[in-house]
């Protein structure tokens, strides 16, 4: 490989936008060769020193490292900064360039957790992101019962951050928690339009707001007037000819109109608004209580829907494995309930954590937050298309890739499916094997392709279900990837990457340890969250059928 070629792949890495492809073919340059290494940690420092300057650092320093960990061995090749000074220049030429044109825009570094290098080189390379991840919001809605979205208006789901916007819909309760610590329960119809952290305007419905110390001060608009909350508990009805405000516990005062500056404490009420206050009751008004009574009998119903569905999808003679997960999982197996049998089961290996799945305590899920946690199974045989499909929550992105699942050697025919840090999901499969059979110089580098999606997570989704699905179909040369039933991509298998005869064999749900290499070291993969009702099919299915899987297979909030 060139000079030129091997920046090109330092470059990619350094913007976080390298492939799968790329990053094999970099880090086999670097376990080959010391020259590679030597300059790989050159241009890592340059970056990560040019970012703390760019940030208003002014302590960084080009001539010593600042955020890359290398090992001892390769301290007195950190000196070469000062010594090349016509790359070194020219790489901070480059950068500085780039820097002017990108003054302002938050990104996140790529990372590294392990290479694959030799002993006593480089064991590990982490560089951290210069600009915190940040997302916009007041409130998260936390809980959700007999919910009908108005329409034209945005529908969410539990646990999606509220920004300022409008929030409507036509039946059921809302139960929202703002950031400075007030609860709101929300009874529709309702409208209301978030304006921050302290401040909503209820323009039609009713609510019960809660306000403990800690967000004294939260104001409730309404009409021409305020309502601010002097603790602990109000409440309020809005409709097209009254706006109405009654105090159950503490005390409140007003703000603006004609009542401005007048208090209320437990037990009164005042209109503030329309002038028929007895014919307005509070009696009966939502609690947090009612919000789980109601949310738990939809989720018991949703949960006997799905329970059908899965018996009926444990027939399916297309099958080659489906592991419900919801199901009791004893002696560490993940039962396999597709025709195949016990011989498909999965094992949990490591500290894989057993957790509430995507219906509450009725159901289960597994997690591998930590680096050695997986489910191992064997999947013999061939294969003429695969379907791969899973309910999964992410908690976060903390590798390069993370995976959902895949073969262990990375041989012909198998597949990987994962999802990279900037929030794409990907699916390949293997077509040579061979040693230098890849489109790269480097001897390593194997055939294949890679197929992304646009980004389907972000940090704002975190801690909530998704379905994803992705299908490999050699006949009609398509690979289409889907999510909550809705196709997301659909790409071409050029005649290069046709694999007719597919296979799995030894794989892994949630890691990928390479065991079967002949080395300790393996790549950081292991997918911070949850993984619900894996199912894989020897056959491409169509968007109908992903849809439906998708409809039976949702839980409450959805």
């Known amino acids: ?86 790359i070194a220049w020219g790489y901070i030429a480059v950068c500085f360039g780039l820097i002017c044109l990108c003054v302002g825009v938050a990104y ?111 104001v409730v608009k309404a009409a021409d007037a305020e309502v601010i909350d002097l603790g602990t508990e109000f409440a309020m009805d809005v409709g097209a000819d009254h706006a109405l405000v009654e105090v159950l516990d503490g005390e409140v005062k007003f703000r603006g109109g004609q009542h401005d500056g007048k208090h209320l404490t437990t037990g009164e009420k005042q209109a503030f608004s329309g002038s028929n206050i007895d014919q307005v009751s509070f009696d009966g008004l939502s609690t947090i209580g009612d919000v789980d009574r109601l949310r738990q009998a939809e989720q018991l119903k949703r949960f006997g829907q799905w329970k059908n569905h899965s018996e009926h999808l444990k027939s399916d003679p297309r099958l080659i494995a489906y592991y419900p997960i919801a199901e009791a999982i004893n002696n560490r197996e993940v039962v396999n309930r597709s025709a195949a049998g016990k011989k498909r089961n999965a094992i949990m290996v490591g500290t894989v954590s057993v957790l509430d799945g995507r219906f509450g305590e009725l159901s289960s899920a597994v997690g591998f937050e930590r680096p050695g946690a997986r489910l191992r199974t064997r999947i013999e045989g061939e294969f003429s298309a695969f379907t791969f499909a899973c309910w999964v929550r992410i908690n976060s992105l903390d590798n390069l890739y993370n995976a959902l699942f895949m073969g262990d050697g990375y041989e012909n025919g198998e597949p990987h499916w994962q999802i990279r840090n900037d929030g794409k999901m990907m699916f390949s499969v293997m077509v040579d094997d061979t040693p230098g059979a890849g489109l790269g110089n480097s001897p390593d580098t194997r055939l294949h392709r890679v197929y992304f999606t646009d980004p389907i997570w972000d940090a704002s989704q975190s801690g909530q279900w998704v379905h994803l699905a992705a299908t490999f179909d050699p006949a009609s040369r398509m ?29 892994e749900i949630g890691n990928w340890g390479q065991p079967l290499r002949n080395t300790p070291r393996f790549a950081m993969r292991n997918l911070n969250g949850l993984i619900d009702e894996m199912v894989i099919f020897d056959a491409t299915l169509d968007a109908g059928e992903l849809a439906r899987l998708y409809e039976s297979g949702k839980p409450f909030g959805y």
């Open 108 to 218: 996140q570094l790529g990372r590294i957790r392990t290479a694959t290098t030799p002993e006593n080189t480089v064991a590990q390379i982490a560089i951290a992101p210069d600009v915190e991840q940040t997302i916009s919001g007041h409130a998260s809605l936390r809980r959700i019962a007999g919910i009908k979205w108005t329409q034209g208006f945005r529908n969410y789901r539990e646990g999606d951050v509220l920004s300022a916007a409008t929030v409507a819909f036509d039946e059921g309760i809302a139960e929202i928690d703002f950031f400075c610590g007030a609860t709101l329960v929300v009874e529709g119809p309702a409208r209301l339009e978030l304006e921050s952290d302290w401040s909503v305007r209820l323009v039609s419905g009713r609510l019960r707001a809660s306000v403990p110390p800690v967000a004294q001060g939260f």
């Open 1 to 86: 490989m060139s000079a030129p070629e091997f920046e090109s792949l330092i470059s990619a890495w350094l913007d976080g936008r390298i492939s799968e492809e790329q990053s094999q073919d970099l880090q086999a340059r670097i376990k080959s060769s010391a020259d590679a290494r030597r300059q790989f940690v050159l241009f890592a420092n340059l970056d990560a020193a040019l970012r703390r300057m760019a940030s208003g650092d002014a302590s960084s320093d080009l001539r010593r490292p600042s955020r890359v960990i290398p090992d001892t061995s390769l301290q007195d090749e950190i000196g070469m900064i000062g010594a090349n000074r016509s």
């Open 479 to 507: 690979v289409c990837q889907y999510v909550n039933g809705k196709q997301v991509s659909a790409q071409y298998i050029e005649d290069l990457y046709v694999v007719e005869k597919l296979r799995i064999g030894a794989a």
